[in-house]
């Protein structure tokens, strides 16, 4: 083929991400989207755009809007817990996550954040608009119960429910998720293994660790078997590790995203 016409994106395919973390997105598709329902009246749908990450919007029918996440989260095994989240241009909305553990319930306001957590929430806002967050949620649990009574098992904490809401909402206002992980520190031992599609063949993949668009490392590699000790990740706590699929055209995929 030729492939200076080559100008189509590079397709992920499926794999199995390091075990370090829980839910992710990739591949354009939302993996934990079975956990995520929309409460009564509002609508939750997958945006995919040719040659952008895609992401989940929901819409909410009046002043207040949730989206529900139904699981079985142990913090003591995946203790930190990253997304991207969007509002909507000049939203004067809030937004918060109430947390389900056990039978008590956590508030998290995030827009506006909220003070009381802030020692244990890393969040920024991206030129295009999305806001990436990343919460050290074990920690802020532990510190929490030393203000009330938070029951947890032998294995710990155990969140069942994440209700993601917004009050002073306008009718069909949207909040978009994109990347939800919950997750435990990377390892250099962890292993992936990319796989992808492209017609005139996938080359090599690139990384970069990320922070507000602006890559403060990077590097590339023939083979589809990530080595995540060569990649200095240390230390870069509130980053996103982004890892993309080259063709034979230099043509990129979209970025699989690990949190840090």
């Known amino acids: 083929m030729d492939h200076a016409k080559d100008k189509d994106l590079p ?79 000049d939203a004067k909305s809030a937004f918060n996550l109430l947390l389900m553990v056990y039978k008590s319930y956590i508030h998290i306001n995030l827009h506006p954040l909220d003070n009381k957590y802030a020692a244990f929430i890393k969040q920024y806002k991206s030129e295009d608009g999305w ?28 969140i069942k429910q994440i209700f993601f809401n917004r009050a002073k909402t306008v009718k069909n206002e949207a909040i978009d998720i994109q990347t939800m992980s919950m997750y435990r520190d990377l390892r250099t031992t962890d292993k992936l293994k990319l796989d992808g599609f492209d017609a005139s063949g996938i080359a090599c993949y690139d990384w970069e660790i990320i922070r507000d668009k602006k890559a403060v490392s990077s590097g590339s590699s023939t083979s589809l078997k990530v080595d995540f000790s060569k990649i200095p ?28």
């Not at 598709?29 to 895609?54: D, F, R, W």
């Not at 230390?235 to 590790?241: Q, S, V």
Request: with cysteine.
């Open 131 to 158: 806001v990436n967050c990343f919460i050290d949620m074990d920690a802020l649990l532990k510190d929490e119960q030393t203000r009330i009574n938070i029951k947890k098992n032998k294995k710990g904490f155990i």
């Open 11 to 89: 397709n992920w395919m499926a794999m199995k991400t390091p075990n370090t973390i829980m839910h992710m997105k990739w591949l354009g598709q939302i993996t934990q989207q079975k956990y995520l329902i929309p409460a009564k009246g509002n609508t939750a749908v997958i945006i995919n755009k040719p040659g952008k990450e895609s992401f989940l919007r929901s819409k909410a029918p009046g002043i207040a809007g949730s989206i529900i996440y139904k699981g079985k989260w142990v913090t003591s095994v995946y203790p930190k817990f990253a997304m991207r989240y969007k509002l909507a241009k």
């Open 233 to 260: 990740f240390a230390n870069k706590k509130g980053h996103w590790l982004n890892i993309y699929l080259r063709d034979n055209s230099n043509t990129r995929s979209v970025p699989l995203r690990i949190a840090l």
